[in-house]
């Protein structure tokens, strides 16, 4: 099993910078990317950014390329994603999650991704 824990969210004006982090713990191994997605009241979860684990190639939504970079230590099993210039409609519950997924459109639909973390909430005034 997998376990993912998020942390760094919190209250921040518009224009503002947070960096969010995630940790994994047990079956690491095999792990095709990680992927940061978010989901505001009343509304879906969507994908934010994604990255894959051997390459380190990243995928960003539209909404957020150029103010969020997602990062990663594979050393420490971690995934950051810095956001910066925070705009109100960027307020949300921000999920972290693992896929162990193959093939050539890996990681690119939110079914991909198998484990979850339990949430860190951004809140922007």
């Known amino acids: 099993d997998v376990q993912l824990v998020e942390s760094g969210g919190g209250s921040v004006r518009a224009g503002g910078s947070l960096r969010l982090s995630c940790t994994a713990s047990?079956?690491?191994?095999?792990?095709?990317?990680m992927g940061w997605f978010r989901q505001a009241p009343g509304k879906e979860r969507e994908g934010a950014a994604v990255?894959?684990?051997?390459?380190?190639?990243?995928n960003y939504a539209d909404s957020v390329k150029g103010r969020f970079t997602i990062s990663q230590d594979n050393a420490m099993n971690t995934v950051y994603l810095q956001m910066n210039s925070l705009k109100p409609e960027d307020a949300a519950m921000y999920y972290c999650?693992?896929?162990?997924?193959?093939?050539?459109?890996?990681?690119?639909?939110?079914?991909?991704?198998?484990?979850w973390g339990q949430g860190t909430q951004v809140t922007v005034s």
């Open positions: 999650a693992a896929s162990y997924c193959s093939g050539v459109y890996c990681c690119q639909v939110k079914g991909d991704f198998s484990f």
């Open positions: 047990g079956y690491i191994r095999s792990r095709r990317c």
């Open positions: 990255i894959y684990t051997d390459s380190g190639s990243t």
